[in-house]
């Protein structure tokens, strides 16, 4: 049986804490494009595939509305489940019918854990200071109530890392490395080649 820290590991996931500490919405869930076509053999027909997708009618609404999004430091082509779909006709080119399926089905799941996730978040960030420390002090200190070990832990870690994401020290912080990283990402662009149909 799996103990009750590796349990609270796998629930608070790298995103999840992320967005929580940034006060933001967990990303809707992608597939890359260039990882699947390399894990079914075919990565020398990506470039061929992502210029196919760009053809479509829908690309440009896809795009727009960041159901498709494009990596360009990795040159690599991200889809939602809605771009997957659009896209169906031209991916089962490259894997098969079982294979597209379950992706869906994986992503169909990611999407209903990410609902629950962004629903706890705005819970969260809606309570009042004085709120988060009382409860803190009722699961932690006196333990009052009937849970198990697990329940307990996810609560308290909830509590802790809202109150530290009000925090001037977080907020500084991110604001810091969101300017590192856009120097950075600028940096590299300036150096990439130009490529046909939005730089693939």
């Not at 009750?4 to 992320?18: E, L, M, S």
């Not at 360009?72 to 894997?95: F, Q, R, T």
């Not at 004085?130 to 409860?135: A, E, Q, R, S």
């Not at 009052?144 to 912080?173: A, D």
């Amino acid at each position: 049986m799996m103990s009750a820290k590796r349990r609270v590991k796998n629930v608070f996931n790298g995103p999840y804490i992320k967005a929580i500490l940034k006060r933001e919405k967990v990303q809707r869930p992608y597939i890359i494009l260039d990882n699947l076509l390399y894990n079914v053999g075919m990565k020398e027909y990506a470039d061929c595939a992502k210029n196919r997708i760009f053809d479509l009618k829908c690309a440009e609404e896809l795009l727009a509305d960041d159901n498709i999004i494009l990596d360009y430091l990795n040159l690599s082509m991200w889809l939602d489940k809605k771009a997957l779909e659009s896209c169906k006709e031209i991916i089962l080119g490259y894997v098969s019918e079982k294979c597209y399926e379950r992706i869906v089905d994986l992503l169909e799941s990611q999407i209903r854990l990410v609902e629950i996730e962004n629903d706890l978040i705005s819970s969260y960030q809606e309570m009042k200071i004085i709120k988060l420390l009382v409860d803190l002090f009722h699961y932690a200190v006196t333990r009052k109530g009937k849970m198990t070990v697990f329940e307990r832990k996810c609560i308290c870690i909830c509590h802790l890392l809202e109150l530290t994401s009000r925090t001037l020290v977080v907020k500084v912080y991110w604001k810091i490395d969101t300017g590192i990283a856009n120097i950075k990402a600028t940096s590299i662009l300036c150096k990439l080649p130009l490529y046909k149909n939005n730089c693939f």
